[in-house]
């Protein structure tokens, strides 16, 4: 939906040495080229459209402060991505809540799984957009963690670096996230049965 595509006249390592150049129209395409590929990674991670675009904008002014690091052998919507996930990691950790959501003390609340619920069954009544915002919803140590794991695929290592956890803290929060949005899913599907019969 977000998808912006260069235009036949240009291509994408033209583009790119220009705004190594400081071509200031340059910019403004390979903002509006990397918009496309980053705001979707922005949506998973903040509850409103402001504080996407605004972690967007954060992580394209690294991309242009390091285009001359970036190798043109290797995939620039890769390389995009990867910083775009360490601006998200950064501004995680500068917020004020960030000690308290991984205190290991927390961690010893246990949530039961749901009895007899299929996942598979769940899934397919379910779309996109509301799995999203139910993953929007969970608490945010498990949300970091469930989207920096499933989406972004992230080992728990890389992750416990990335965030300075525990790797037990790291799957414990992927752990709580997958019982959460089970428990959820359940439930929308409980309703669905409920508005078919």
């Keep these: 939906m977000y998808r912006y595509l ?4 240009i291509d994408l390592s ?11 129209r340059a910019e403004y395409e390979l903002y509006r080229y990397c918009f496309g ?18 972690l967007l904008n954060r992580a ?9 690091k970036y190798d043109d052998t290797k995939s620039f919507e890769k390389w995009s991505k990867s910083i775009m996930v360490n601006t998200i990691i950064d501004e995680f950790r500068k917020s004020k809540n960030y000690r308290a959501l991984f205190v290991e003390n927390e961690l ?9 619920f299929d996942m598979n069954e769940g899934m397919e ?7 999203m915002k139910e993953i929007k919803r969970l608490p945010e140590g498990c949300k970091e963690v469930f989207n920096l794991y499933v989406f972004e695929g992230l080992s728990h290592n890389e992750i ?3 965030l300075s956890i525990a790797e037990s803290t790291s799957r414990w ?21 409920v508005m078919i019969l």
């Design 108 to 116: 010893k609340e246990t949530i039961s799984t749901v009895k007899g």
């Design 160 to 162: 416990s670096k990335s």
């Design 125 to 131: 009544r379910l779309n996109a957009a509301d799995m």
């Design 60 to 68: 394209f002014l690294k991309i242009l402060n390091n285009l001359k």
């Design 14 to 24: 033209t583009l790119i040495n220009k705004c190594r150049n400081k071509d200031i």
């Design 173 to 193: 929060h992927l752990l709580n996230a997958r019982n959460l949005l089970k428990i959820k899913f359940a439930r929308i599907v409980e309703s669905l049965k």
């Design 6 to 9: 260069l235009s036949d006249m």
């Design 37 to 54: 590929i980053l705001i979707g990674i922005c949506n998973r991670y903040t509850i409103n459209k402001d504080d996407s675009v605004d």
